[in-house]
């Protein structure tokens, strides 16, 4: 499976993104996907997450501001960022996993390369 993540740039506080993240190779209907994101110097962090019968996974500092979805027909996976704020500046990940969803990036198998979200205050 290859992901590619897209969507990313510069906003500034209060704005909204939408990242998504496209696979070619295979059919993500089997899959959990992931969202995760790293900021510079600082350990890659679970954003959110979507198994393949819907059911969704957030973190605490995005609830309420970020939704995931997916489309299977299309292949892709979306995450729609609300209300963002500096601290959401990062590189985001999507992940993809042969299983159900989980908040640890270990546990995912392949993974896109990132996506820049810079947010200014």
């Known amino acids: 499976v290859q992901l590619q993540a897209s969507g990313g740039g510069l906003v500034e506080a209060g704005d909204s993104l939408r990242l998504s993240c496209a696979a070619s190779?295979?059919?993500?209907?089997?899959?959990?996907m992931g969202w995760f994101r790293q900021a510079p110097g600082k350990e890659r962090d679970f954003v959110a997450h979507?198994?393949?019968?819907?059911?969704?996974e957030y973190a605490d500092s995005v609830k309420g501001r970020f939704t995931i979805s997916r489309d299977n027909a299309k292949n892709t996976v979306d995450l729609q960022m609300n209300s963002l704020k500096p601290e959401d500046t990062a590189v985001y990940y999507c992940?993809?996993?042969?299983?159900?969803?989980?908040?640890?990036?270990?546990?995912?198998?392949?993974w896109g390369q990132g996506t820049q979200v810079t947010v200014s205050s």
């Open positions: 992940a993809a996993r042969k299983a159900w969803g989980s908040p640890v990036p270990s546990m995912y198998d392949y």
């Open positions: 190779g295979r059919s993500l209907s089997t899959y959990a």
């Open positions: 979507i198994n393949n019968w819907s059911e969704v």
